[in-house]
């Protein structure tokens, strides 16, 4: 369903804290991380550091860049 609708389900974690796998954020498929911010809330964007990102094996709070494109299922931990 998701891929037809050309949208994906990313996550969120606070430092320290498991991820919240109740209600993900919907974005559209090619989203970044600072896309996400943004759907989170306008000052996260200017306020931005950098974001840790859990992914399967490869990802596993790694830490990515602004520009760094999401798929569907990421768990993603912000830091501002």
Excluded: N, Q
């Excluded at 996400?36 to 596993?60: Q, S």
Aim: glycine share 4%; net charge positive.
């Amino acid at each position: 369903m998701w891929a037809s609708l050309d949208m994906i389900r990313v996550y969120t974690k606070r430092p320290g804290k498991p991820p919240d796998l109740k209600e993900p954020f919907v974005v559209p498929r090619e989203a970044t991380v600072i896309d996400l911010c943004a759907r989170i809330h306008k000052d996260l964007v200017p306020r931005f550091d950098f974001a840790r990102l859990w992914r399967g094996e490869r990802y596993t709070g790694a830490r990515v860049s602004a520009d760094f494109e999401l798929l569907d299922k990421d768990i993603l931990e912000i830091h501002a």
